[in-house]
């Protein structure tokens, strides 16, 4: 079988995409199996509350969206969503309860709840 001088040469996968290189052009063709839910791989998009999209490449190659949340700051910590970031903390000081009948003095510290052992 004798191929033209149209006829494809060669046939690459890139991204989600076929890549087809013909004698004299390059184009890009999409591929019907795959289909990109986002198109930069590792953008971050916050939803509404602590939650957001992350754009991951799947085991097919294809870009998904994967929705996470943030997890919670406790008592120590303010949590928030940046478009680009995601999950943003920020560590908080002062008095909080960590709970503990056997400790005094709770305050925030490094994040958490921390409390001297002992009562007065």
């Not at 046939?11 to 004698?23: P, S, V």
């Not at 919670?72 to 969503?81: A, F, H, L, R």
């Amino acid at each position: 079988m004798r191929l033209s001088m149209l006829a494809i040469i060669t046939t690459l996968i890139a991204g989600c995409k076929d890549y087809e290189k013909t004698a004299g052009s390059d184009s890009f063709v999409e591929d019907a199996s795959c289909w990109n839910e986002c198109e930069k791989e590792g953008s971050i998009i916050c939803l509404e509350g602590l939650s957001y999209r992350k754009c991951q490449k799947g085991i097919d190659g294809c870009l998904k969206e994967i929705e996470k949340s943030c997890k919670s700051g406790g008592q120590c910590k303010t949590v928030s969503c940046e478009d680009g970031t995601g999950c943003v903390y920020v560590k908080l000081y002062g008095p909080c309860d960590d709970n503990d009948q056997c400790t005094t003095n709770d305050e925030c510290i490094g994040g958490g709840c921390r409390g001297v052992w002992g009562k007065d």
